[in-house]
């Protein structure tokens, strides 16, 4: 019969990536496959075949393939991402299959802003500066820097609301008295990025 032995010996992985960088899955098959079946959210994206290779319908999903040995692999590429790509890849080879499908999760990295960049601060004087994270999915978790110490939480407040296109926005208040000139810097981390987005915010100490 027609490829009664070969199975995907690895499967893809989960990833989470910034919208509109790339997604990367692999499926690795052994030797006598005939087609693997790529599908996003249940839908069929891309096929390859061991006879024609490749058969790719949309710009969006492409593929790169690879020889191992006796092992094939295929890389499906999703271009551009985007928030609603998110939920299972799965690469289908038409055989029962446990170790087949993975998660992808889109993320969007929106924007961070401390509307003053300089403020002039008295003695004894307790301010609240206001750092605003509009437009990012999932909500950012923030924290606060006082030159380069990590700030309390205890020392500021952060309110999470529901943006528009089912993006979310975060307030984040910091009450402090300042003793010294200093840098503050606001700080919003989502999983994808590779390091937190960031808001300075110089304070300046007059003691005259």
């Given at each position: 019969g027609l490829g009664c032995c070969y199975s995907i010996t690895k499967g893809p992985e989960n990833a989470t990536v910034l919208a509109g960088s790339e997604a990367r899955f692999n499926c690795?098959?052994?030797?006598?496959?005939?087609?693997?079946?790529?599908?996003?959210?249940?839908?069929?994206?891309?096929?390859?075949?061991?006879?024609?290779?490749?058969?790719?319908?949309?710009?969006?999903?492409?593929?790169?393939?690879?020889?191992?040995?006796?092992?094939?692999?295929?890389?499906?590429?999703?271009?551009n991402t985007?928030?609603?790509?998110?939920?299972?890849?799965?690469?289908?080879?038409?055989?029962?299959?446990?170790?087949?499908?993975?998660?992808?999760?889109?993320?969007?990295n929106g924007s961070l802003l401390i509307k003053n960049s300089t403020?002039?601060?008295?003695?004894?004087?307790?301010?609240?500066?206001?750092c605003e994270a509009l437009g990012w999915a999932p909500a950012p978790d923030i924290a606060w820097m006082r030159n380069d110490s990590l700030v309390d939480k205890s020392s500021y407040v952060t309110l999470q609301s529901p943006g528009s296109h089912g993006l979310h926005n975060a307030l984040s208040t910091l009450t402090l008295t300042p003793r010294d000139t200093e840098v503050l810097t606001c700080l919003a981390d989502i999983e994808a990025l590779p390091s937190p987005q960031n808001a300075t915010v110089t304070l300046i100490f007059d003691n005259s």
């Open positions: 690795t098959v052994s030797a006598g496959w005939k087609v693997i079946i790529w599908l996003s959210k249940g839908s069929p994206v891309l096929t390859v075949t061991s006879s024609q290779g490749s058969l790719e319908t949309t710009e969006r999903f492409t593929s790169q393939n690879y020889t191992t040995g006796d092992q094939f692999t295929s890389e499906l590429i999703i271009h985007q928030m609603s790509d998110s939920g299972r890849v799965e690469c289908s080879i038409q055989q029962p299959s446990d170790n087949n499908f993975a998660f992808l999760s889109v993320q969007v403020l002039t601060v008295k003695e004894n004087q307790t301010i609240e500066i206001v």
